[in-house]
């Protein structure tokens, strides 16, 4: 009974960890027609060094960047880019680091 019961709570688990680790968007959801121009380490983009990249910041950094793009990358909508997403965004257009 303690078997079934812990095998029971097993998948339970598994099924919660699947719903929370979904994959990173692909092109289509960012729909960034010329994406490659946004190739960048995400720290060179985050002068204060705060973890996250706002739109002024963005904007500084590239500098013919458009509001578009940069709401499209800020897929939690807060207003700012944190390294997560920087990353899920160079991973759909498959961008490498740049020296």
């Known amino acids: 009974m303690k078997i079934v019961a812990a095998l029971s709570t097993l998948v339970v688990l598994s099924f919660a ?20 121009s946004y190739n960048a380490h995400f720290g060179n983009m985050d002068p204060n060094k ?3 990249v706002n739109w002024q910041e963005f904007k500084a950094y590239f500098p013919k960047a458009d509001e578009k793009s940069f709401s499209a990358i800020d897929s939690n909508k807060d ?18 680091h740049k020296d």
Not at 19 to 34: D, G, L, M, T, V
Not at 81 to 89: A, K, L, Q, T, V
């Open 17 to 36: 960890a699947g719903a929370y680790s979904a994959s990173p968007p692909n092109k289509e959801a960012y729909n960034i027609s010329n994406a490659e």
């Open 50 to 52: 705060d973890g996250k």
């Open 79 to 96: 207003g700012a880019i944190d390294h997560d997403e920087w990353h899920d965004f160079k991973a759909a257009y498959d961008l490498k």
